[in-house]
């Protein structure tokens, strides 16, 4: 996730990826959107449960993946989700 919650940070190809150089919450919100709209996918047909991996310095990531799974109305038990905390940046 931390590709989809901080694209700023990636360097190659950043327009081709959006489209347009707008990077706007709505629309990372959308394009991790359909990345996890693909893991569920793929997860689903190996009969595997997702596993989402987050953390505080991915920028919106924890955001994305919650608004995701609240409007998907998944339940706890059916996604993996996991984040890093207590990273001190220096």
Same mark, same amino acid.
């Given at each position: 996730?931390? +590709? @989809?919650? !901080?694209?700023?940070?990636? =360097?190659? %190809? /950043?327009? +081709?990826?959006?489209?347009? *150089? %707008?990077?706007?919450? %709505? &629309?990372?919100? $959308?394009?991790? =959107? &359909?990345? &996890?709209? /693909? @893991?569920?996918?793929?997860?689903?047909?190996?009969?595997?449960?997702?596993? @989402?991996?987050? +953390? !505080? $310095?991915? #920028?919106?990531?924890? *955001?994305?993946?919650?608004?995701? @799974?609240? #409007?998907?109305? &998944?339940?706890?038990? %059916?996604?993996?989700?996991?984040? *890093?905390? #207590?990273?001190?940046?220096?």
């Amino acid at each position: 996730m931390a +590709a @989809l919650g !901080r694209p700023g940070y990636i =360097n190659l %190809d /950043r327009d +081709a990826v959006f489209g347009s *150089k %707008d990077r706007g919450v %709505d &629309i990372m919100q $959308s394009q991790a =959107n &359909i990345v &996890i709209d /693909r @893991l569920f996918e793929e997860s689903g047909a190996e009969g595997k449960q997702p596993w @989402l991996d987050c +953390a !505080r $310095s991915y #920028g919106l990531s924890e *955001k994305f993946v919650g608004e995701y @799974l609240r #409007g998907h109305k &998944i339940s706890p038990g %059916d996604v993996y989700v996991s984040s *890093k905390w #207590g990273y001190t940046y220096v």
